[in-house]
Nanobody, 125 residues
């Protein structure tokens, strides 16, 4: 069992930056691929970014590529999402998720086994 706790959300002006953190419990964190998803007001949850268990491979949604960076520190059982050049359309609840099965589609919600409770990010114009 893995428990995930997100932090770092808040209110920021357009063009600003935030760094989200996701702290994981458990001794096998470094064997999980990790992902970030978000759900905006009135929208479905969507993929944002993912990172392999080693951190060597990353994936991004087209809408955030070049602005967001996912990273992980396996020694700290933590995955990060650095968000720069934020836009009002980035407003959403951001969730981190853990995938214990190698070789799955990391952009697909169904690939993930564990989810955090989410952290709110609000970008004002």
């Amino acid at each position: 069992q893995v428990q995930l706790v997100e932090s770092g959300g808040g209110l920021v002006q357009a063009g600003g930056s935030l760094r989200l953190s996701c702290a994981a419990s458990g001794r096998t964190f470094n064997s999980y691929a990790m992902g970030w998803f978000r759900q905006g007001p009135g929208k479905e949850r969507e993929f944002v970014a993912a990172i392999s268990w080693s951190g060597g491979i990353t994936y991004y949604a087209g809408s955030v590529k070049g602005r967001f960076t996912i990273s992980r520190d396996n020694a700290k059982n933590t995955v990060y999402l650095q968000m720069n050049s934020l836009k009002p359309e980035d407003t959403a609840v951001y969730y981190c998720a853990a995938d214990r099965t190698p070789g799955t589609d990391l952009a697909a919600m169904g690939s993930y086994d564990y989810w955090g409770q989410g952290t709110q990010v609000t970008v004002s114009s």
